[in-house]
């Protein structure tokens, strides 16, 4: 009895350590983003993000963040099958909570939203080759805001437990 107690033990300490492994495996860490520019847009001249409310998009001043990273966002979400998200925050130390301000949808290259369940476009594949391939969120960041209040990181991950994020860089709208 005390033999299939210890086997049992075993097994789910092994289990348990593969699982962990496996989670930290396909996790993603990008280092190196970096944001190109900040610039006001209207909402409505802004298509490919969906105005979820009832009737036409508003004229609405937002932010559109153009960043880089060395990451195939595209590649690495279908790969993944991660949802890429991000987050505008309060620029705070690491390990605090901040609460994030309000954005409209998700990763965009283009007019087309990063997911894993569409193939990547021949354009996207030839900006690719071409070199690094510049993306956009959208965001509305308080007028107020000054020089590196805000930080831009990337987030998001799977149902299961694998994860994306990002270095989080300080925005100067």
């Known amino acids: 009895m005390e033999i299939w107690k210890g086997i049992g033990r075993l097994a789910l300490f092994g289990a348990t350590a593969a699982l962990t492994a496996s989670c ?3 996790s993603t860490k990008i280092k190196d983003l970096t944001v190109r520019s900040i610039r006001t847009v209207n909402f409505r ?5 969906e105005w ?16 880089v990273t060395s990451v195939d966002l595209w590649e690495t979400a279908r790969r ?4 890429v998200a991000f987050t505008v925050s309060p620029c705070v130390e690491k390990g605090s909570s901040p609460g994030a301000i309000g ?6 290259w283009e007019k087309q939203r990063i997911t894993s369940f569409q193939p990547r476009t021949i354009d996207y594949l030839a900006a690719l080759k071409g070199g690094t391939v510049t993306y956009q969120v959208y965001v509305r960041i308080p007028a ?3 020089p590196g209040t805000f930080c831009l990181q990337l987030s998001g991950g799977t149902m299961g437990g694998a994860t994306i994020s ?4 300080p925005l100067n709208p």
């Open 80 to 83: 993944h099958e991660y949802t």
């Open 24 to 26: 930290a495996l396909i």
């Open 166 to 169: 990002s270095n989080a860089v």
């Open 103 to 108: 954005y409209y949808d998700g990763v965009f």
């Open 52 to 67: 979820m409310a009832e009737g036409p998009s508003p004229s609405l001043e937002i932010s559109r963040i153009d960043f």
């Open 45 to 49: 001249d802004v298509p490919q993000v």
């Open 144 to 146: 107020q805001a000054t």
